[in-house]
């Protein structure tokens, strides 16, 4: 049955469920950021009266979340001793979040009626121009949130994947800023600007405050980026959608359960059937 989350998304201001100059005038600004510098966000994509019961929607389920901790460097691999120790590959940062799985949202509440409202993923795609275009089997992780608290955020990385999209739900008291040095390893690793990133010298770093409601499609391989560290004891949920290139993906077992901390039988009985991209 067709459904429009109009008392969530505010589709007033982006009409995105119907095709006309509105949707295409959308569409074209935002092809136009991404290819600019590989962000784009649409601010006020929810109504403000939508924000609430987000927030009360996730309050409710955090106690679900997986927490997990790790040290990493941008690139998300093993320490190398043989390179120089200021070597942007050997530095690395605490890391501490807590993702509530997908499976912990009713299929009427607020967040999934988002995802499900008529049009959302092909606007989606549409902003994107990918091709191969579906939302991620995983029952865990197609839609989840990204909660963090007081402490380090999510420090500087390269994406593993093509692009994210996310949702700002809720900001921490203080930090938490989105900064991104857009196309800083386009042709070479420039492993030079990296380190000036990492060591706060960079001019290329550019800040965006991200405000509940706002949504942003990011293309992270390519642009080193970091949500900043957060200040105060209001927690920062973050809702983040999966999109893969094949219809039937769910993730392999190990990365399932080092995400969410569990899988379900499904991963099981996938396991070793295919390739496996990695999503985080
Ligand atoms: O939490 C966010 O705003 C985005 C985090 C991020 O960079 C990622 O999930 O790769
Ligand atoms: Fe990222």
Redesign the pocket.
Known sequence: MPHVANDLIDLDRYPIHEDGPARAALLERVRQELAKDGCAVIKGFLRPEAIGPLVREADSVAHRGHRSFSRTNPYFTADDPTLPTDDPRRQFFDRSNSFIAADCFEKDGPLRRIHDSDGFDAFIQACLQETAFFRYANPLADVIVNMAEEGNG?PW???T?NF?VTLALQNSESGGAFEYAPGIREDHENFEEVRKVLDGTSDQVTILELEPGDLQL?R?RYSL?RVAPLKGKRRRYVAIFSYVEKPDMVGAPERTRQLYGRVLPVHLERAGLRGDTLL?
């Open positions: 999510f990385h390269f994406d994947n994210t990011f992270g980026h985080d």
